[in-house]
């Protein structure tokens, strides 16, 4: 497997001087290309903060952070704005749709940022609502649609333009269990297909689903292990 993520010696610290607060203390870590990864922390424990640096949201105080062979640690925001639209495919516990959209538009938006041509664009949006047990509902704006429904629509927008990295952020947090389950299921088969997956949880039974848990705590990596999953 080839190195899609790597990170060395990364630091964010706030309010630098007395009263700093290190939200991230001289982490390290590789992430695979093809990897199903859990990152797993209590409120308070980095995970949050790493994420942001993973998702090219914010630029970290120290330290070094390659994707995809180019180091993006201390690039302007726009360039960062550029690496979010063509590496990574976001997905939110918030999930982030546009009201007055239907399903396949709010899909084709970012297609739409990126310059992907109409016809290209439609195809693409229509392919990943498929893709994720949607195809009746393209012409349902949010309001029409269940909260799991909704999500849904949001993991198709992330992985319409077949991104390197899908960074789930809490993705079932505000679902009930039953619309969790598919979302995870989603995940696990975009998983057996060779997407890198990295989710970000504070459950351990949602983090029991992916191939390898990071656990963080005070801003360092207390654990990375391997699950024993189907």
Not at 13 to 26: F, M, W
Not at 93 to 114: D, K
Not at 194 to 203: A, E, K, S
Request: aromatic share 4%; hydrophobic share 35%.
């Amino acid at each position: 497997m080839s190195i899609l993520i790597q990170i060395e010696d990364l630091c964010k610290v706030y309010n630098p001087g007395e009263n700093e607060v290190r939200a991230l203390d001289h982490v390290s870590l590789i992430v695979n290309t093809g990897e199903y990864v859990a990152i797993i922390g209590q409120s308070g424990s980095g995970k949050s903060t790493l994420m942001n640096m993973l998702g090219c949201l914010d630029v970290p105080s120290s330290g070094e952070y390659i994707l995809n062979g180019q180091n993006v640690s201390r690039l302007t925001d726009d360039e960062l704005s550029d690496i979010r639209n063509q590496e990574i495919g976001f997905i939110f516990q918030g999930f982030n749709l546009i009201p007055s959209f239907t399903a396949v538009e709010n899909v084709e938006l970012p297609l739409l940022y990126r310059g992907v041509g109409k016809r290209e664009r439609h195809e693409l949006a229509v392919k990943a609502l498929e893709k994720v047990g949607l195809s009746k509902r393209m012409e349902h704006k949010p309001s029409e649609m269940s909260g799991g429904q909704q999500q849904r629509v949001a993991i198709a927008r992330a992985i319409a333009q077949a991104p390197p990295v899908i960074l789930a952020d809490e993705p079932t947090g505000n679902l009930d269990s039953g619309s969790s389950k598919e979302i995870i299921q989603i995940l696990k088969e975009l998983h057996k297909e060779g997407r890198t997956v990295i989710l970000i949880t504070h459950d351990n039974e949602i983090a029991a689903q992916a191939k390898r848990v990071i656990r963080i705590k005070d801003g360092k990596i207390e654990r990375d292990y391997e699950n024993e999953t189907d």
